[in-house]
């Protein structure tokens, strides 16, 4: 899993997102809006994810689109995240678009490392992912939701769920105590994904202030 390194390295501030080709032509785009919202510094890690759907998926699930079953590489995905987060003298916080929105938010569950997740129209119509959150505790104190107002009008009938299970997701996260907000976008889910990832960290990041 090749890593790419964006911002100021020295930053105590560190994002980490998994991303694909697509996410990489949009970078500069979430950089710069990142910067100007923000306007302190930080440090953006991407992990170049070859196989999307194995890498980023807590569990094995059957395909919903195409004929690529979601495997359960996420947790060998965290181990290497694990280590490059090493220096516990920095804030490390995660995020990513569509499943790797989904893989932050599992994430934050498997361990106390990140400050905050940055959840941009995560893939939360996975297969009994709402139900985990109702078993287990968050072990972040601070999560972005988003989605986009037209995600939920598809004829796939396992990704039209998504908006009733992110108002499911963002209920339980409240519930818990966990500086949560769900912001809706305008678009289906394949809109403006680097402005809505930026928004996505650029939240969580202003929350500490």
């Known amino acids: 899993m090749k890593t790419l390194e964006f911002g100021n390295i020295a930053s105590d501030n560190v994002l980490i997102q998994p991303v694909d080709e697509h996410d990489l032509e949009g970078i500069e785009n979430e950089l710069a809006y990142i910067t100007a ?18 890498a980023l998926s807590p569990w094995e699930s059957p ?25 516990r003298n920095k804030n490390y916080y995660i995020g990513g678009y569509s499943l790797a929105g989904l893989f932050a938010l599992w994430s934050a569950y498997q361990t106390e490392l990140f400050s905050g997740v940055a959840a941009a129209s995560p893939s939360v119509w996975f297969s009994d992912f709402t139900d985990y959150m109702k078993e287990n505790k968050i072990q972040a104190n601070t ?17 039209a769920t998504v908006g009733e299970k992110i108002r499911e997701a963002y209920a339980l996260l409240k519930e818990q105590g966990v500086n949560c907000v769900l912001e809706w976008n305008e678009g289906n889910h394949f809109k403006d994904a680097d402005i809505r990832t930026a928004k996505a960290f650029t939240w969580i990041l202003t929350q500490k202030k």
Do not use: H
């Not at 004929?67 to 995905?77: I, Q, R, V, Y």
């Not at 107002?149 to 004829?155: G, H, L, S, V, Y």
């Open 37 to 54: 919202a923000y306007g302190e510094d930080f440090r953006l890690i991407a992990l170049k994810v070859d196989d999307w759907n194995n």
């Open 63 to 87: 395909a919903v689109f195409g004929k690529e079953n979601f495997g359960s590489g996420a947790p060998d995905t965290l181990k290497i995240i694990t280590i490059i987060c090493s220096d």
């Open 143 to 159: 999560v972005y939701l988003s989605l986009g107002n037209k995600e939920e009008k598809t004829r796939n009938q396992v990704m």
